[in-house]
């Protein structure tokens, strides 16, 4: 089974120097956060770490455009496709952007990467862009809304 990176949110993050809007900087050292602790949580099998970032309603849209709702259904396709996993040996998440569309939304863009041995011993690569929408809640936290792998 493919597993795709970008699975919301990745280990080792690396930024591209760039200018970033005021707005979207608020939001930055928690997506910061999240992009760096994914590897750890990929490594570790540990999918209530992966999906912390994430709203309770939250969208996870696949690369192949099944739409899962909902922090725990999202969970539960990490644990899914994680239980096929015996071990992660690379990867990361490479943040290309963040913009804001006003003070309480924003987008954050780029591209994933995991490369991963099966419990068969396949070595798989998978990897490609994701764009993931932050909105600040009403009890002063960024969270994912909306995340997408393409």
């Keep these: 089974m493919v597993m795709l990176a970008a699975l919301a949110a990745s280990g080792v993050s690396v930024a591209h120097a760039q200018a970033v809007d005021p707005r979207a900087a608020a939001a930055l050292p928690t997506i910061v956060r999240a992009d760096s602790d994914w590897l750890g949580a990929m490594r570790s099998h540990d999918a209530g770490r992966i999906v912390e970032p994430y709203e309770r309603d ?3 849209i696949t690369a192949t455009g099944v739409t ?45 990467g995991l490369t991963f041995t099966d419990s068969a011993g396949a070595t798989h690569r998978s990897s490609g862009p994701y764009l993931t929408v932050w909105r600040h809640d009403a009890d002063g936290k960024w969270r994912i809304i909306r995340n997408l792998v393409f």
């Design 68 to 112: 899962i709702h909902g922090r725990d259904s999202i969970a539960a396709l990490y644990r899914t496709r994680l239980a096929a996993i015996t071990r992660v040996d690379s990867g990361g998440i490479v943040r290309d952007g963040v913009s804001a569309a006003s003070d309480s939304l924003v987008y954050e863009w780029g591209h994933g």
């Design 58 to 60: 939250a969208l996870f």
